[in-house]
């Protein structure tokens, strides 16, 4: 009885036993085995679908993992936010299969080796840097932060300095190696930003600041060191107009301070004008019996203004800090002009060796007004050369036609009678200068008819057509030196015939001139005189005021041939004078002529 029961017992122990089994077989055939863990994540029992989200939530994948610490402050961060994602399958195949897959028996036992002591495995991570690096550099927009650099300012003339500070930038990819570990590891940590300095380019102005300083204090006169009666200057700069030149600019790391030479080099060529002394050329009478030139006035050296070299000069001296009491005194550095006609030019070297051409007119019974006019001009294109391929201007040597001057009132052609003004006959000498050019065959630039005949230009069996006139400075003449050598005018002024010459001197290229006799067209006769009544004359007196004149046109031709007969050029001189009525003036009670009267 005791046998039966005892093997009852064991019978039924073993159906439990093998039924409890085929229970737990049942319950666990799509579970994890119990006993089995990620880490400290206990994922027995559990299908491997649903572990997923244990898993995630367990591992603190969405929770604060990773502190990061800057310079300013500090960011607690998810391991999803740097990339880092669990892969469930990878992770929980090897949970899944602890118990399956070998000999009954084998299972059985892994089963109670996991009941009784239970299994611990590794997450799978997938890290994504690319979402790390997105996540570091955005953080760098927050600490980086840029150099200032050392800056120069001004307060009026006053040099302000702004000291340089150091910036700084995130250094992405030594943050994300220092990172890596711990993101992977899936271990709380704190982590420091890996943030490197970044030095100003330009750290000190200290010395820019003495520099502008030195420069500021106090005033720059730009002096003539040989100054001649009459010059301008000195010209003084105060601080308040240097400070306008200043300029700063950085060498290696530090700024410093000078003056903007493109700011002195406009304002020394602003005074170039007006330390311009033209070179005066020697003035020459040709000695015809020796062949030589003799100087009738001295040259002198011109001056011009050396805008380089005094640029420099100043510049040198400003950085020399050559300072009496805050006051600098520099020299402007000019250059010597030499005339081109020294009194020293010899007539070979010139080419100044013959007679080449002459001009002349009369003035017989010139008033004394118009005597003294032609007298003081003349001497005034005596002795002057001018140059191969120059244009004379008459008006140029001429200068100023004025009282002060030394001119006398004299008759003039104004509108329909005649005038009285300041150089009347002057006209006389540019009728002469006229005729030796065009007698030199010299090509003719500028001239000008009288509006009316002038009998003084017609003496002498001169003809019509042949006069210039001039009235400084609107109405010039001109001719140009053609040849290759220098022209020397001489003029001169023979007291017994009251006749004036103008003598050329060069070097003869064998020019020929032929002039037609001036056709006469166009002859008009003038309208009746004219009477008008001048209070000041006696009364009952007339005195004529004029003689009538009549309107012609007059053409000359000029043709000039070169040595061997060959044409050079031909020109047509034209001369349209107006016919000039007879003018009368008369005292108070004179009776006129019947039918005429005032204009």
Known sequence: MKVRVLIFLLCFLLVSLLGSALMFELYYAERIYPGVRVWDVDVGGVRPGDAAAILERGLGVDAPLVTLRGPDGSWSVRPADLGLQIDPSATLSPAYALGRGQSWSDNLLTQLWLLVYGESFPPIVVYDEHIARLYVETLAEQVNLAASEAVLTLDGVTPVVNSARPGRYLDV?????????????????????????????????????????????????????????????????????????????????????ALDEGALRAYLEALAPALVVEPVNARFHFDEQT?????????????????????????????????????????????????????????????????????DSYFIDSPSGRDHNIRLAAPKFDGIVVGPGETFSFNHYLG??????????????????????????????????????????YPIDERWYHRYRVGYYELRGAGVGMDATVYSPHVDFKFTNDRPYPLLIETEIEEGAHRLVFRFYSTDDGRRVEKEEAEITNETEPDPPIYQLDEDLEP?????????????????????????????????????????????????????PEGEGEP
């Open 400 to 441: 100023e036609v004025t009282a002060e001057a030394g001119y006398d009132e004299s008759y003039i052609t104004a509108g329909e009678q005649l005038a009285i003004e300041v150089g009347g006959g002057i006209c006389q000498v540019s009728t002469t200068a006229f005729r030796a050019a065009f007698w030199g065959g």
């Open 291 to 359: 062949g030589q030139l003799k100087p009738i006035s001295q040259s002198r050296d011109g001056r011009a203004l050396d805008v380089g070299a005094s640029l420099l000069h100043i510049v040198q001296r400003v950085a020399a800090q050559q300072t009496a009491a805050g006051h600098r005194y520099v020299p402007l550095v000019v250059q010597v002009v030499a005339p081109a006609y020294p009194d020293t030019a010899m007539a070979e070297e010139l080419g100044i060796v013959e007679l080449v051409a002459e001009g």
């Open 173 to 257: 990819e030594a943050t994300l190696a220092a990172l890596a570990p711990a993101v992977t590891g899936l271990v709380p940590a704190e982590v420091e930003l890996v943030v490197r300095e970044v030095p100003p380019l330009v750290a000190d102005a200290e010395p820019a600041r003495a520099e502008a300083e030195a420069l500021l204090d106090g005033p720059l006169t730009l002096v003539l060191a040989h100054p001649r009666e009459g010059d301008p200057g000195p010209w003084v700069l105060p601080p308040e107009e240097l400070v306008t030149m200043l300029v700063v600019r950085a060498e290696g790391g530090t700024l410093h301070a």
């Open 540 to 592: 009952g007196t007339v005195i004529r005021w004029q003689s009538a004149v009549n309107g012609l046109t007059a053409t000359v031709e000029r043709r000039v041939y070169d040595a061997a007969d060959n044409l050079i050029y031909e020109d047509t001189i034209v001369s349209q004078y107006a016919p000039r009525r007879a003018a009368y003036h008369y005292g108070p009670g004179y009776e006129r």
